[in-house]
Nanobody, 118 residues
Framework: VQLVESGGGLVQPGGSLRLSCAGS????????ITWFRQAPGQEREGVSC???????YYPDSVKGRFTISRDNAKNTVYLQMNSLKAEDKAVYYCAAGRVCGSGLYDYWGQGTPVTVSS
């Protein structure tokens, strides 16, 4: 089983990025997929989750700017990030679990870095 994130990079403040989390060896539609981020010296923060039925969850810090979606046919979950701010800079990870917010995850990706800078 492998989760692979992609789509990170350098973007200017106010810009957009779309991250992808592609799964292999696992059937995504059974899982809730959570996007986390971790900046240097800071705790890991959950930034969105999509349940197996498509229900989505966001913390206030990204609500209205980030959108999570899933394409079960492609075994891929996306994180569309708009209006990016300097404080969004972090390594972004995806994780597969059974229920959003459970704190229990079966699989993790290796992360993709996002830098927001002019």
């Amino acid at each position: 089983v492998q989760l692979v994130e992609s789509g990170g990079g350098l973007v200017q403040p106010g810009g957009s990025l779309r991250l992808s989390c592609a799964g292999s060896g696992v059937t995504f539609n059974y899982y809730a997929i959570t996007w986390f981020r971790q900046a240097p010296g800071q705790e890991r923060e959950g930034v969105s989750c999509i349940s197996s039925d498509g229900t989505t969850y966001y913390p206030d810090s990204v609500k209205g700017r980030f959108t999570i979606s899933r394409d079960n046919a492609k075994n891929t979950v996306y994180l569309q990030m708009n209006s990016l701010k300097a404080e969004d800079k972090a390594v972004y990870y995806c994780a597969a679990g059974r229920v959003c917010g459970s704190g229990l995850y079966d699989y993790w990706g290796q992360g993709t870095p996002v830098t927001v800078s002019s």
